[in-house]
């Protein structure tokens, strides 16, 4: 599973390979917006 993730401050994406567990936890912290600095674009299985 992969997550595209861009830094505010950078222009060019990036692909991160996580795991299920990971993909739950960053949700949930990105809808509590502590991840303010990262606009998560997809999430592809």
């Given at each position: 599973m992969y997550l595209e993730v861009r830094p505010y401050n950078e222009r060019k994406s990036k692909l991160v390979h996580i795991s299920i567990e990971h993909?739950?936890?960053i949700e949930l912290?990105?809808?509590?917006?502590?991840y303010l600095n990262i606009?998560?674009?997809?999430?592809?299985?």
């Open positions: 993909k739950q936890k912290l990105y809808e509590r917006k502590q606009h998560i674009f997809t999430i592809n299985q």
